[in-house]
Every structure is written in C-alpha cells, then in structure tokens.
C-alpha cells in the first residue's frame, strides 16, 4: 500500500508540473501545438493514473 501511495504521490506531482507547464511556461509559446497537446495528456493521464492508485482498495491480506 505504501508503494502504491508513493508512486501516486509521484504521479500527481507530474501531473501538476505538466499542466502548469501547458499553461504558464513562456518557453512553450513556440512550440508546436502537437506538443502542447501531448504535455497537457500527459499531465491528464498521469493525474488520473495517481488519483486511481491513491483512492484504490488494498488487497486483502490472507
């Protein structure tokens, strides 16, 4: 369980990184917009893959 909550700890954080970088780097005003487009995915798909791992049930334990 506590690897599960550290990798989503882990994805959260590059989720947040990834759309604050869509929205407010300067540096991202030239690129093309394919790549926008696949940091802001990115950042979707990594938020919902730690918010998944965080709120999911732990095995029961035999």
Not at 18 to 23: D, I, P
Not at 52 to 61: A, H, M, N, T, V
């Amino acid at each position: 369980m506590t690897r599960d909550r550290t990798v989503a700890g882990l994805l959260l954080v590059v989720a947040l990184l990834s759309l604050a970088a869509s929205k407010a780097a300067p540096f991202l005003d030239d690129a093309p917009l394919a790549a926008r487009t696949a940091i802001a995915v990115v950042g979707v798909a990594c938020g919902l893959g730690g918010a998944w791992l965080w709120l999911r049930r732990s095995p029961e334990q035999p």
